[in-house]
């Protein structure tokens, strides 16, 4: 399984960006799509996941950051509004599935950069 994820770059606080993955590969079924991140000297946290009739959200983002999926394309999304410059980090998708065989697995994308500045 390998996840593209595109869309970051280099914005001012206030500004939006959009966050593609695409999934691709030997895939049976996902449980949940995620986009997780990483700022410099920090742990990797999460920031928005999406399964089957919910979302879940890091207090955060809400009400700034959406994330939504294409089954057809295995594709997630996240749309992130009133960037601030905390929100700077390498961003990750995540995808969570159970193969063919009935064994879950996680697979984790490149990351892609995202720097607000002020």
């Known amino acids: 399984v390998q996840l593209q994820a595109s869309g970051g770059g280099l914005v001012q606080a206030g500004s939006s960006l959009r966050l593609s993955c695409a999934a691709s590969?030997?895939?049976?079924?996902?449980?949940?799509m995620g986009w997780y991140r990483q700022a410099p000297g920090k742990q990797r946290e999460l920031v928005a996941t999406?399964?089957?009739?919910?979302?879940n959200y890091a207090d955060s983002v809400k009400g700034r950051f959406t994330i939504s999926r294409d089954n057809a394309k295995m594709t997630v999304y996240l749309q992130m509004n009133s960037l601030k410059p905390e929100d700077t980090g390498v961003y990750y998708c995540?995808?969570?599935?159970?193969?063919?065989?009935?064994?879950?697995?996680?697979?984790w994308g490149q990351g892609t950069q995202v720097t607000v500045s002020s």
């Open positions: 590969g030997s895939i049976f079924k996902i449980n949940v």
């Open positions: 999406i399964a089957t009739g919910s979302t």
């Open positions: 995540n995808v969570d599935q159970t193969t063919l065989r009935g064994i879950r697995s996680v697979y």
